[in-house]
């Protein structure tokens, strides 16, 4: 695989609760990524994270989206005040090799259901 | 806003067919293309990455690239039944830190 875990598989929440999704690379991976896929939708970016770089938030939907990452470890991903429409699969992704050219291998996501 | 078009589908094919799916994109300066595969229920898995206009052949897979079109797209060969999956387009955006995706089509190959 990706060598990237991902957790919780499935997560559901009520309305106005936060959650915190989590993404496990093996080492040596400096670029990660996190997507999110509605229902019958293509892939939205979320958020990129390269080593000890300023992170390009640019594809965050709200203010009430954030994202952290120390280094090449774990990254989380926060949701607070959940909407019904946060309901998707957020997906992790990292970077293959240094000549990869941009090539993304995604963990296994996680459901998130916003009843 | 840039954008990836993809035909939706569903695209039958009989086994042992060539199964065509097709991509567009709008912004010229892209300069990496990928193909995806997602199974029901799974995450996408990178089945072909094409950077130079022309084929690029990996087994039964074939990508092709026109950048004066805008055009990539994806040739199974010899389908089979296993390769039915939505196959994901998807181009690097132009500050190459994310991946822009089409929405996918659906190919169904009956046996």
């Known amino acids: 695989g990706a060598g990237v875990s991902q957790s919780p598989s499935n997560k559901v929440t009520e309305k106005g609760k936060d959650v915190e999704l989590r993404c496990d690379p093996i080492?040596?991976?400096?670029?990660l990524y996190w997507y999110r896929q509605r229902l019958g939708q293509g892939l939205e970016f979320l958020i990129y994270?390269?080593?000890?770089?300023?992170?390009?938030k640019s594809g965050l939907p709200s203010d009430r989206f954030s994202a952290e990452r120390t280094g090449e470890s774990v990254s989380t991903l926060t949701i607070q005040r959940t909407q019904q429409e946060d309901s998707a699969v957020y997906l992790c992704?990292?970077?293959?090799?240094?000549?990869?050219?941009?090539?993304?291998?995604f963990g296994p996501g996680t459901r998130l259901t916003v009843l | 806003q840039k954008e990836v078009e993809q035909n939706s589908g569903p695209l039958s094919v009989p086994e042992g067919a060539i199964a065509s799916l097709n991509c567009t994109y709008s912004d010229r300066v892209s300069q990496s293309f990928f193909w995806y595969r997602q199974y029901s229920g799974k995450s996408p898995e990178l089945i072909m990455s094409?950077?130079?206009?022309g084929d690029k052949e990996d087994g039964r897979f074939t990508a092709q690239l026109n950048k004066a079109s805008q055009y990539v797209s994806l040739l199974i060969r010899d389908s089979q039944p296993s390769d039915s999956a939505t196959y994901l387009c998807?181009?690097?955006?132009?500050?190459?830190?994310?991946?822009?995706f089409g929405k996918g089509t659906t190919l169904s190959v009956s046996s």
């Open positions: 992704a990292v970077r293959g090799s240094s000549n990869s050219y941009n090539e993304q291998f």
């Open positions: 094409i950077y130079s206009n």
């Open positions: 994270f390269q080593g000890n770089s300023a992170p390009d």
């Open positions: 080492s040596g991976h400096t670029a």
């Open positions: 998807a181009v690097n955006n132009q500050a190459g830190t994310a991946l822009i």
